[in-house]
């Protein structure tokens, strides 16, 4: 059977061939820990993460001291926001997030307010999906010591106004977080936009998964993080534990290879991503885009159609095509989507969206594939809908 073709690219990436290539050695002929110095399989095991950190440091235009290795996202968001909380000096420290963040990040925030660690402010967003900066501003408190906002939603792709809020947040002297794990296909500058920490994840841009990365900007003033996990000394004290060598090589190379054709593939990507959407308009009445227009990352294309539940959908394309509904993170709870909630969204319309995540292997070929499947299975399904009229 032909493989479905994959659009679920916010989920996760294939690693590429280049990547598995890079990493090879490091399994089995080159397997020394890294923190060995007494010999030179060590040594070479340390050059290694060294030229990882530098590969990855250069998607931000950041210094390679500034990057500390995680297992993934997640670990940094949690390591940015306990760490910044438990290190603060207030009694009580005040957290302030977004409605429409990834749950690796309202999760711990919320785990802190129940444990009675902290304090937070949850920001609403408009119907486009993004947060005022303004609304930012009359958040901040005296005791505020961090405003956490990602840089690209991962179900409805929006951008938000970093830039902004950065500007604000190191006006009043507080601590920004970025998760940035969606934005492979943005030029994120953290001293551009006055972040402080930022998440990367290496699974979303082509590199393996179980290996990710938080930024902590140094000078002054300096960034305090308590760690979440003792036990060594690594990553500056701030993640001890054994590098898994392979993994690090494997998200430099990985790195390298999206900075080198960020740009060229980001304009494909747009290109193909507004293919998709013309073509479903063209072929289906009643269909809605999530998310701002244009203030959107070039690979993700969030809808909705009339008269038709997403499940059904994506029942009946799943031997065509691979999509979803929204966070695969979030998918094992079997919850409605809080982003579309935030939206403002009614029940029946965050049921019947469907979330398109283009990448590396998309091509225009595809897209014209999946614009004819989608336009004949919502149509058979409607003419199954008793109430739907069109």
């Known amino acids: 059977m032909t493989a479905p073709i994959y659009l679920d690219h916010h989920a996760t990436t294939p690693c590429d061939p280049e990547v598995v290539a890079a990493m090879a050695p490091w399994w089995t002929e080159r397997f020394a820990n890294a923190a060995s110095r007494s010999h030179r399989g060590g040594l070479e095991a340390r050059r290694a993460t060294e030229d990882a950190r530098r590969q990855v440091a250069a998607l931000l235009g950041a210094s390679p001291k500034e990057i500390v290795f995680t297992s993934g996202a997640t670990e940094a968001d949690n390591l940015a926001i306990l760490g910044t909380v438990r290190a603060s000096t207030h009694a009580m420290p005040h957290l302030v997030t977004v409605a429409t963040e990834h749950r690796a990040v309202l999760d711990p925030c919320e785990a802190l307010v129940r444990r009675g660690e902290a304090t937070l402010t949850v920001l609403p967003v408009d119907g486009d999906g993004l947060v005022d900066p303004e609304a930012v501003r009359a958040a901040l408190r005296p005791d505020t010591v961090l405003v956490s906002v990602m840089a690209v939603n991962n179900e ?31 030029a994120l500058d953290p001293r551009d936009v006055h972040a402080d920490l930022v998440s990367l994840s290496a699974h979303k841009l082509y ?8 930024y902590v900007r140094r ?20 993640r001890s534990g054994t590098l898994p060598v392979p993994l690090l090589v494997g998200f430099g190379a990985a790195a390298a290879k999206l900075l080198a054709e960020r ?15 013309q073509g479903l308009c ?57 982003v579309l909630a935030a939206l403002q969204l009614p029940e029946e319309a965050r049921s019947a969206s469907l979330r398109f995540g283009l990448g590396r292997t998309t091509t225009a070929e595809q897209i014209e594939v999946v614009i004819a499947a989608v336009v004949s299975k919502v149509k058979e399904l409607r003419a199954m809908a008793p109430l739907y009229a069109p």
């Open 219 to 238: 000078g002054r003033p300096k960034v305090e993080l308590e760690p979440l996990q003792y036990g060594g000394g690594h990553e500056r004290g701030l």
């Open 263 to 277: 740009d060229a593939e980001a304009a494909r990507l747009a290109e193909l991503r507004d293919r998709l959407w």
């Open 282 to 338: 063209e072929g289906l009445s009643g269909v809605h885009l999530h998310g701002h227009a244009t203030q959107r990352a070039p690979h993700n294309l969030n809808v909705r159609f009339d008269g038709v539940e997403a499940e059904a959908l994506l029942l009946g394309l799943r031997d065509t095509v691979s999509l979803s509904t929204g966070s695969a993170c979030s998918s094992e709870a079997l919850a409605p989507s809080h």
């Open 207 to 214: 590199g393996p998964k179980g290996v990710g990365a938080l």
């Open 156 to 186: 409805i792709g929006v951008h938000q106004p970093l830039k902004a809020i950065g500007e604000i947040c190191a006006e009043a002297e507080v601590r920004l977080h970025t998760d940035a794990a969606q934005a492979a296909y943005l």
